[in-house]
């Protein structure tokens, strides 16, 4: 009653399916992983890109800056105000790294890999 053909073959074909689903989750698996780096790349990509603009930006602002109180406080007066600005910058940047940076970035890192 238990073993007649019709079982075995039943069984048999059971098992193939269960393989073939084992199967078809590792390549799904694969695939989630290779979409999650793909994200993760182009957004480190993005964000270099970016920045290299916004640096490029702040540059040309430092100087138009520098030059424009140049001939009021002097050239050196006006490079050195430029660079304590951007001193207290790195400073505030240094106290707040936390909040301004390490847990919007981590939040972000976690949103792309969560989905």
């Known amino acids: 009653m238990f073993s007649s053909d019709k079982n ?7 098992v193939k399916l269960i393989k073939h689903s084992i199967g078809l989750q590792g390549e799904y698996l694969k695939l989630d992983i290779m979409e999650k ?11 270099a890109i970016l920045t290299l603009i916004v640096i490029a930006i ?5 100087l138009s800056a520098a030059l424009a109180m140049g001939p ?6 006006a490079f050195g105000i430029i660079a304590a600005v951007y001193i ?13 940076i ?10 792309l890999l969560m989905e």
């Open 88 to 100: 207290i910058i790195f400073i505030l940047f240094l106290i707040f790294r936390k909040s301004w």
């Open 37 to 47: 780096t793909v994200r993760i790349i182009t957004a480190l990509l993005l964000f």
């Open 72 to 77: 009021i406080l002097g050239y050196p007066a």
């Open 58 to 62: 702040l540059i040309f602002l430092s």
């Open 8 to 14: 075995i073959e039943t069984i048999g074909q059971l």
């Open 102 to 111: 390490e847990r919007p970035l981590i939040k972000f890192i976690t949103s």
